[in-house]
């Protein structure tokens, strides 16, 4: 039954039920007066009657008047033999009846509700739509050799991971080959890494490679409302995959079946416990030597019930991180293959301001670039149109058209140029790459400082440097337009976070020590801080705080100095930026240089 039939068929029920409700509610029009029987009986006896229609016990009739009336009469069998006596003129009809339709939609009513509630029912199992029988059957999706072939030239950025499943590849070639050796080959893989960094790409190029089918399934497709279905699916994919055998069984997300059992929160519960089981039970059940491999992606290690990752089942873990420098100018150069790109691109200068990126995120930004070189209607992307596409992956789309009053305009100028001018004076700071006014998202106004590489450690130097950077901004406003803003309260916040992981996590307060205060619980890989427990005296959180404070009034005060100390360089800075809104790193160094001479002229 195709949707549209359903559609119709509950609209046919909807209206059948406001007919059968109207009529339930509004009876037959009877206009006239109502009267008492016995004074209707008594009118016919003064002979004030005219004519009467009997209709069951209804009785509508007319006065000698003229005027109309309607009564109810019980059964009283004296009284046609009074109207016939009065000469009453008496038109008798047979007692009503409903009408037809009405009749069919009584006795079908019930029925109809049914299919409706039915209907409701299968829709609400489907979730998303889909087959709606097809219930044990496996969702995967079979991507044969032929279809959209991946190989390793389209993954880049994750040479080790690459390496590490060679072996795998060479296995599928030729997997006799292997066996009489007696080797053993890994059953179960499992590539962890963080959303976006290509597992589910390096898994289609190991299929790819290998020239092997590739069955994907997601995790959340075997976790269904009905006990039993998940379980059945699972048996389904195993079946289907050994029918194809040598072939790559992926299964995505496998922390939404995998989860730790007995961690479950409510329903769905036992149902997941079930799934879990029967893909324990399937990874057991079968030889790898029949040339079927399974590979699991998930960025959830650490929540995996361990007897998944036993001997036997996924026993070999391939990390798939999140890409570097070098990484991500390779995968930047993957995704321009087939771009055009003028001559002043440079992806490596892309990539480096590009930190935290992963691989999807930079297929992104080069799609996005693209779209905007089109819309500019280029044929080449140049330059620009990245630099747009990535403060729009960023920062959101710029908001030229919000409108700003011309002091705020003066002041956001003053805070960015604190933010460049601090950076450019301090000799550890990261380059600016470029300022700009343009509001975007929530912020008016952006520095950007592009790192020169991939910091893994950070010294003390850099971070107090870097805090005084971001309250450069508050600390311009403060010196020349003697007041302050909300503007900087993300800076402040930034600020005051970097403060306290110097003093609490990375011990590098002299007055408190090299000791760390409150344990967190970080979600690995996704390296979002879960909770804190707090393992330290009521007096050490007050000189936490204080040491916090100190370290950002010190910056604070740092960043007011350097400012006053050149605020010739302020001035030309913000007056430049009010005028062109934007400034690259160049522009920056030649304002600051130009600045310099004319002060040698003066002194
Ligand atoms: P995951 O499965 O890890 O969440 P995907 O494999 O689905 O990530 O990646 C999504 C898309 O991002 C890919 O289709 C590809 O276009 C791009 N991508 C991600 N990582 C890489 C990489 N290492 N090399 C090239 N492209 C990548
Ligand atoms: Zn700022």
């Not at 000799?427 to 975007?440: C, E, F, Q």
Request: net charge neutral.
């Amino acid at each position: 039954m195709n949707q549209f039939f359903k559609n119709l068929l509950l609209w046919l029920i909807v209206i059948a039920t406001m007919v059968f409700l109207f009529n339930m509610f509004s009876q037959p029009q009877l206009p006239q007066e109502e009267v008492a029987f016995s004074d209707f009986i008594k009118a016919v006896e003064e002979g004030k009657v005219e004519e009467v229609t009997i209709q069951g016990n209804n009785i509508k009739g007319k006065f000698t008047d003229k005027r109309e009336f309607k009564t109810f009469t019980p059964n009283d069998p004296t009284l046609i033999p009074l109207l016939r006596e009065k000469g009453v003129k008496i038109v008798a009809r047979p007692a009503e009846q409903s009408p037809w339709y009405m009749t069919v939609l009584i006795s079908w009513f019930p029925m109809l509700l049914l299919i409706g509630l039915w209907i409701f029912f299968m829709r609400q199992m489907q979730t998303g739509g889909g087959r709606a029988m097809a219930f044990g059957k496996s969702r995967a999706k079979l991507l044969t050799e032929h279809e959209h072939k991946v190989t390793f030239k389209d993954v880049a950025g994750i040479d080790e991971a690459k390496e590490e499943v060679q072996e795998i590849i060479e296995f599928l070639r030729d997997p006799k080959k292997f066996t009489k050796l007696g080797g053993r080959i890994p059953k179960g893989v499992l590539l962890v890494g963080p959303p976006g960094t290509g597992k589910t790409l390096l898994a289609k190029a190991i299929a790819g490679e290998a020239g092997v089918p590739f069955f994907s399934i997601s995790g959340s497709d075997f976790v269904e409302m009905f006990v039993g279905v998940g379980a059945a699916r699972v048996r389904d994919l195993f079946i289907q995959g050994k029918k194809h055998a040598p072939c790559i069984i992926f299964i995505d997300e496998l922390d939404a079946v995998g989860r730790h059992r007995g961690a479950g929160l409510g329903g769905g519960h036992d149902e997941r416990e079930q799934t879990l089981n029967q893909l324990l039970v399937e990874m057991d059940g079968f030889d790898s030597s029949e040339g079927v491999i399974i590979i699991a992606a998930t960025n959830r290690p650490d929540v995996l019930d361990p007897a998944l990752l036993r001997p036997g089942r996924f026993d070999r873990q391939v990390v798939v991180p999140k890409p570097d420098v070098r990484g991500r100018e390779e995968i930047l150069k993957v995704h321009t293959r087939k771009t055009p790109l003028a001559p002043d691109v440079d992806l490596s200068i892309l990539a480096r301001g590009t930190p935290g990126f992963s691989g999807a995120d930079l297929a992104n930004l080069v799609n996005e670039a693209a779209l905007i070189a089109a819309r500019k209607g280029k044929d080449r992307v140049d330059m620009s149109d990245f630099e747009e596409a990535k403060d729009k992956v960023l920062m959101g789309t710029e908001r030229r058209s919000l409108i700003i009053s011309e002091e705020e305009k003066k002041n956001t100028a003053y805070h960015e140029a604190g933010h460049t001018l601090v950076a450019k004076l301090l000799p550890n700071a990261d380059p600016v790459h470029k300022v700009s006014i343009i509001p975007r998202g929530m912020a008016l106004g952006l520095t950007q400082q592009l790192p020169l590489d991939e910091r893994h450690t950070y010294s003390k130097d850099y971070l107090l440097t870097n805090i005084t950077v971001l309250l450069g901004g508050r600390a311009a406003e403060e010196v020349v337009l003697k007041h302050m803003t909300t503007g900087a309260g993300n800076d402040l916040e930034r600020a005051t976070e970097i403060a306290r992981k110097m003093v609490c996590e990375w011990g590098m307060s002299e007055r408190l020590g090299p000791v760390t205060f409150g344990k967190k619980e970080e979600q690995i890989f996704l390296g979002r801080e879960l909770a804190q427990h707090k393992d330290y005296s009521e007096k050490t959180a007050v000189e936490i705080d204080m040491e916090i404070k100190r370290i950002v009034t010190d910056c604070y005060n740092k960043a007011k100095g350097l400012l006053l100390e050149n605020i010739d360089l302020l001035h030309a800075l913000a007056g430049k930026l009010l005028e062109k809104e934007v400034l690259d790193g160049a522009e920056i160094d030649r304002i600051i240089s130009e600045t310099k001479e004319k002060r040698e002229v003066i002194n």
